[in-house]
C-alpha cells in the first residue's frame, strides 16, 4: 500500500493549513533546537505550551500547531485511513511545513523535536514514520501509528538512530498497548533509537517519568 508523503513541489492543502501557531522560547534567530508540539483531540496548540514549562534550556525555540476546530481527523486512529481524510493528510502538511520553516531559519531537522500527544502523538508517529530521516526526537505521549491495520513492510528508509520515546498506559481508553508495540517494532525496523515505557494503571495523561525521558533527548541535542 502506498502512503502519502508531503510533496515538496506539490503541498498538500486541506483543513489545516492556515491555522493560528503558537511559539514560545527562544526566539528562531538565537536558538540551538525547536520543539514542535501537536497537541490531541479537542486541545490546541495553546494547551500544549504548558509542555515547554516542563523543559529545562532557554535555548529551545517551541511552536505549537493548530488543528481546525481542534481535530486532526474526526474518528478514532484505528479507523481505516480513508475515513480520517483529509484530517490525516493535512495535518502531516502541517508538520512539514513547520520543519521547512525552522531549516529556513537555521535550525536543521536533526535539532527538531516533535512531541505529541494522543490524536497528537498518532499524527507524530505516522508523519515520522513516512519521512524517515534523523530527527533531534521523536516523542509520542499516548498514541501509535495511524490505520486499521498497520504492515511494517509499509515503511521503508532511514531514521537514523534518531531517539524516539513511546510512552502510554497498559489500559488507556484511546489507545491499546497492542498499537504501541506495533509502532515500536515499525521504528526499530526505520532504524530508530527507541525507549518504549507502558505504565501500570495510568490514566490517559503524562506522568513525570515521561517528561524526563523526553528532557533526556533534550539533553542530547548537541
Not at 161 to 177: E, K, W, Y
Not at 211 to 217: S, V
Request: glycine share 10%; proline share 6%; aromatic share 8%.
Amino acid at each position: 500500500m502506498s502512503l502519502f508523503q508531503v510533496d515538496p513541489q506539490n503541498p498538500f492543502s486541506g483543513p489545516h493549513q492556515n491555522q493560528p501557531l503558537v511559539t514560545d522560547g527562544a526566539k528562531i534567530d538565537n536558538a540551538e533546537m525547536s520543539m514542535i508540539f501537536i497537541h490531541g483531540r479537542g486541545a490546541s496548540a495553546q494547551s500544549m505550551m504548558m509542555f515547554a514549562d516542563e523543559f529545562e534550556g532557554d535555548h529551545i525555540h517551541y511552536r505549537a500547531i493548530q488543528a481546525k476546530r481542534h481535530t486532526w481527523y474526526p474518528r478514532s486512529f484505528m479507523a481505516p485511513k480513508e475515513m480520517n481524510q483529509p484530517g490525516i493528510n493535512s495535518g502531516l502538511q502541517a508538520i512539514y511545513d513547520q520543519i521547512s520553516e525552522l531549516n529556513e531559519g537555521g535550525i536543521p531537522t536533526e535539532k527538531i523535536i516533535l512531541l505529541g500527544f494522543s490524536q497528537g502523538a498518532c499524527l507524530t508517529t505516522e508523519f515520522a514514520a513516512r519521512h524517515p530521516q534523523r530527527f533531534g526526537g521523536i516523542v509520542g505521549f499516548s498514541g501509535g501509528l495511524i490505520g486499521e491495520e498497520v504492515d511494517p513492510e509499509n515503511y521503508q528508509g532511514s531514521l537514523e538512530q534518531t531517539p524516539v520515546f513511546l510512552g502510554c498506559s497498559d489500559r488507556d481508553p484511546h489507545i491499546p498497548q497492542e498499537r504501541v508495540d506495533l509502532t515500536e517494532e515499525v521504528f526499530e525496523k526505520l532504524g530508530a533509537n527507541v525507549t518504549k515505557k507502558i505504565y501500570v494503571g495510568m490514566a490517559h495523561t503524562v506522568n513525570k517519568d515521561e517528561i524526563e525521558y523526553a528532557q533526556h533527548i533534550i539533553n542530547n541535542i548537541g
